[in-house]
């Protein structure tokens, strides 16, 4: 018997619903942690592998221990589990070029990579490169000056006309830690010197950024992209500072909130408008191939949006708060940008309050302690525990990094969310634990 179109119809879509993908996601942090979790709900996922992941991420699927820079290694994963779709966490393999190690590789070739070509990822892997693209663009940022060992003398002179505070970046990536605000002259030049003359920042800082001190609130913007078209995920607030009240050290963040109040659909139209689509657009102006995610960090400054920096992935604890609110399936969204089809998929996001509170290690950012057992996880009540710098010891679950945990919840308003993501976070111990129990707080 013949069958009618629309029967067609129902059984290709409903045969590519019932063709679940081995996915493997790479990274080992709170990031890869909520990409697994969320991953690990869609009936689109057969399979989940996370290399290396951590001693959380075995919860949501296996973990296989290979670094994510090894990419031979990878490969052997890849074929080995038939993968069919490959998630890159951290920047450091795309800026290494994973993306094109795959398209240029016969047995890999036809497997999507989410993350951009090392040419993509060079939005964050250069921060003279990055601002280049901006003004190239009419992407709204601060003034800036770039300047080398060999031009070291120019960079002091132009020091001192810059205006104080200034902001030092080192042109490459530096784990986070290039960037440095300077109050002082004085101080300016030294850090300058150190960093160019001395590599304080290895070959991080053989370029030196200078730049322009922007005054604001920041935000972190996310955008899927398949190079044409993008979805706007959840933005953020992320917290830098070790101390509350914003003080002390710089970190990789100790807590996040989403959604921001600022941020109305009046602010980000204009962030769209500004800094989203010239940003797309541009990519294909200037034949950069880009699927993957574009992370944007913006200051809020009178009202209107600065990019600050991009991103070639997604933040860390951003990432966190931000799977928590997103209501679809992320799969069929990563699918999406795999086949270029984006603008087909549905986004629905929670209207809820997502917010995370990061929990480390004693002494960090400096030297910190490694190797302490953590206990009390169960008795976490309205939250998700994401592990970060964790590993397994027998039976124990022991810190590993600098950032532990990520703790996560979901709640109707700001203030609960908050309250009970620092109440659940207190529930856990292990020697030297420590957190902020004001993340978001500025926001209320």
Not at 364 to 382: F, H
Request: aromatic share 8%.
């Amino acid at each position: 018997m013949l069958k009618s179109p629309d029967s067609i119809i129902k059984l290709t879509v409903q045969k590519n619903y019932l063709c679940p993908m081995n996915i493997l996601i790479l990274g080992s942090g709170g990031r890869e942690s909520a990409f697994a979790w969320k991953i690990a709900q869609s009936p689109k996922c057969q399979k989940l592998f996370i290399a290396p992941g951590n001693a959380g991420t075995h919860q949501y699927g296996t973990n296989i221990n290979i670094k994510v820079t090894d990419f031979e290694g990878i490969k052997q994963l890849v074929v080995n589990e038939a993968i069919n779709l490959v998630l890159v966490g951290p920047e450091e393999p795309l800026v290494k070029g994973i993306h094109d190690f795959f398209l240029a590789d016969e047995q890999l070739k036809n497997v999507p990579v989410v993350g951009p070509e090392a040419l993509g990822a060079q939005l964050e892997g250069s921060k003279d490169f990055s601002k280049q693209f901006m003004l190239r663009h009419g992407v709204p940022t601060a003034a800036y000056r770039t300047f080398t060992k060999d031009t070291l003398q120019e960079g002091l002179t132009y020091l001192a006309t810059a205006g104080l505070p200034v902001v030092l970046k080192a042109d490459g990536l530096a784990a986070g830690k290039g960037v440095l605000i300077c109050t002082s002259l004085e101080e300016a030049q030294s850090e300058l010197t150190q960093m160019l003359a001395e590599a304080k920042f290895g070959d991080a800082s053989s370029s030196v950024v200078i730049e322009q001190f922007l005054q604001g609130i920041e935000l972190s913007v996310f955008v899927m992209t398949d190079g044409t078209n993008y979805k706007i995920l959840p933005e953020a607030k992320d917290y830098k500072r070790i101390g509350e009240g914003d003080t002390g050290l710089n970190t990789g963040g100790m807590g996040s909130i989403s959604p921001v109040p600022f941020a109305d659909a009046a602010y980000m139209k204009k962030v769209e408008e500004l800094v989203i689509i010239p940003t797309v657009e541009g990519l294909k102006k200037d034949d950069i191939p880009y699927k993957g995610f574009i992370f944007i960090g913006l200051m809020n400054k009178d009202g209107e949006p600065w990019v600050i920096e991009y991103n070639c992935r997604m933040g860390d604890p951003e990432t966190e708060s931000v799977m928590r609110r997103i209501e679809t399936d992320f799969v069929d969204l990563l699918q999406g940008v795999a086949e270029g089809n984006l603008n087909e998929r549905e986004l629905t996001i929670s209207p809820k309050t997502a917010a995370t509170v990061v929990m480390v290690a004693g002494g960090y950012p400096g030297e910190y302690l490694k190797n302490k057992v953590i206990t009390g996880t169960e008795n976490v009540r309205d939250s998700i525990v994401f592990h970060a710098g964790t590993s397994t010891q027998g039976e124990d679950v022991i810190t590993t990094g600098g950032r532990v945990l990520a703790i996560t919840t979901l709640q109707n308003d700001m203030f609960t969310a908050l309250q009970q993501a620092t109440a659940d976070a207190s529930r856990i111990y292990y020697d030297g634990m420590y957190f902020r129990k004001d993340i978001g707080f500025d926001l209320l």
